[in-house]
């Protein structure tokens, strides 16, 4: 059986185990994007430790380091399984595999106080106010927001609980969302709020609680928004704000 055989195989039985996003960011997209065209036609047992880092070495061209790491761990537990079952007799995805990227690493970088209050006075009376402070204040992820209701949201206690995920997946050729709780148990917590992103999400409260409502394309939406808000921002302040934005879409 070659591998290309084996993995669409073997693939689904992992699927159980994890969050749909996970499984279709960490194994279904390495798989079929990139270790199937390259090792499809090969039988388990002939793949070498050579070979896999001849994969590294190429993917490395274009890929980020932490990109072909999911391409590595993907590869490893199929040949994990291939081994059980007697197709390979070693599992060549080695720790002499070395990871190398021509794609230089994304460096974070803060804002200044004073950068953050313009910002923050900036977005303050947009239509989109909601979203921008809400992510500016408590730091959420995109997938947190986008999951929020009103029942996470407490006014009287200046809170928001956050307790569920919305995330888009393919399915079928058709981008669903998928709400499934979040990425594990640790990430379930309450975050208090300031007395003005209380009047802003009350004020805003149809805008911002967008799980359940007939939004096409939520994460789009929410790129398209945080870009125009960049693009503006920059011109009226002068001030490089996208840092802020990468670290969360």
């Not at 950068?115 to 408590?138: C, G, N, S, V």
Request: aromatic share 12%.
């Amino acid at each position: 059986m070659k591998f290309g055989e084996w993995s669409d195989y073997c693939l689904p039985l992992v699927k159980s185990r994890m969050k749909a996003n996970t499984y279709h960011n960490n194994y279904e997209i390495p798989l079929y994007l990139h270790l199937q065209p390259y090792f499809g036609e090969w039988e388990p047992l002939e793949i070498k430790t050579s070979m896999v880092q001849q994969f590294v070495d190429i993917k490395g061209e274009r890929y980020a380091k932490e990109t072909i790491k999911k391409m590595t761990g993907c590869m490893s537990l199929l040949m994990d399984f291939a081994i059980d079952e007697g197709l390979a007799d070693r599992n060549p995805v080695t720790r002499r595999i070395y990871i190398q990227s021509a794609v230089p690493p994304q460096v974070k970088r803060v804002w200044t106080q004073e950068q953050y209050d313009k910002a923050w006075a900036f977005a303050r009376y947009r239509l989109d106010a909601a979203h921008i402070l809400t992510l500016m204040e408590t730091g959420i992820t995109r997938s947190e927001l986008l999951g929020i209701t009103q029942d996470d949201f407490d006014p009287a206690e200046k809170k928001l609980i956050l307790r569920n995920g919305l995330v888009e997946m393919p399915l079928d050729g058709k981008w669903v969302l998928e709400h499934n709780g979040l990425k594990n148990e640790h990430r379930a917590r309450e975050i208090p709020i300031s007395d003005e992103l209380v009047s802003v999400i009350l004020f805003q409260s149809q805008r911002v609680f967008l799980r359940g409502g007939k939004i096409v394309r939520p994460y789009t939406r929410l790129t398209q928004m945080y870009q125009f808000f960049l693009r503006t921002s920059c011109g009226t302040h002068g001030q490089h704000f996208g840092v802020f934005i990468k670290s969360i879409i």
